[in-house]
């Protein structure tokens, strides 16, 4: 499975959309990219995934670059309720029972 | 809908105690799986199971056994507990055969190793 890098964290502003981004530059065609977010002490929560065409749904849109090297999480309109750590995770979808968590970015949402 | 439902939350164990984590689902889903967390870490697998009967290892498995006689649990065990499992574990389910479904996660079991 490809390699992701986001940064370590972020802040943003209420109400503001929030733009996350993730590098994957040595995906491979039939992977799929993955979006999970952990609110504090909770389990991981999914949020959206994509293979190449930009999806939408009712927590954010996932924007995949045409070359798919990377792509970037949008939350319309951040709140505070927003402040977790998001994952940007790589994976081929046969497989995506079995989800690799790296460190992800910190997004801090503030008033 | 209790999705699903880990537990305890909390443990205290001794080096070399033995205990099991329980995970347990109500949405039929046939894939499993067991990760922990360490701190300031993202998940890592430790055990994962495609359907009752059928278990495989992650990333981790060390010091951990499995195993899936029901389609709704999942326990964990740990057979003789040392201080560096101390962490966070989570277990997660989804359902088989649509490729692309989320995973969902249960709230956790804090498990300190003394």
């Known amino acids: 499975d490809a390699k992701t890098t986001q940064p370590t964290s972020m802040d943003c502003a209420e109400g503001r959309a929030a733009n996350l981004p993730c590098n994957h530059s040595t995906i491979s065609g039939n992977e799929y990219v993955y979006w999970y977010r952990q609110i504090h002490s909770q389990g991981p929560q999914y949020i959206i995934h994509g293979l190449k065409n930009n999806e939408t749904n009712e927590m954010a849109s996932l924007i995949i670059t045409e070359d798919r090297k990377s792509s970037t999480l949008i939350l319309p309109h951040a709140t505070l309720r927003d402040t977790a750590v998001y994952y940007c995770?790589?994976?081929?979808?046969?497989?995506?029972?079995?989800?690799?968590f790296g460190a992800g970015t910190t997004v801090t949402v503030r008033a | 809908n209790a999705g699903v439902t880990q537990t305890p939350k909390f443990q205290v164990l001794k080096t070399g105690q033995s205990m099991t984590l329980q995970c347990a689902q109500d949405m039929n889903h046939e894939y499993m799986s067991w990760y922990r967390q360490d701190p300031g870490m993202g998940l890592r697998l430790i055990h994962y199971?495609?359907?009752?009967?059928?278990?495989d290892q992650g990333e981790v498995p060390n010091g951990y056994n499995v195993s899936r006689s029901t389609t709704e649990d999942f326990p964990l065990r740990l057979l003789s507990a040392a201080p560096s499992q101390t962490s966070v574990y989570f277990c997660?389910?989804?359902?088989?055969?649509?490729?692309?479904?989320?995973?969902?996660f249960g709230d956790g079991t804090r498990l300190s190793i003394l």
């Open positions: 995770i790589v994976r081929r979808r046969a497989n995506d029972y079995k989800l690799s």
């Open positions: 997660a389910s989804r359902v088989s055969g649509t490729e692309g479904q989320p995973q969902h």
């Open positions: 199971s495609v359907g009752a009967g059928i278990t």
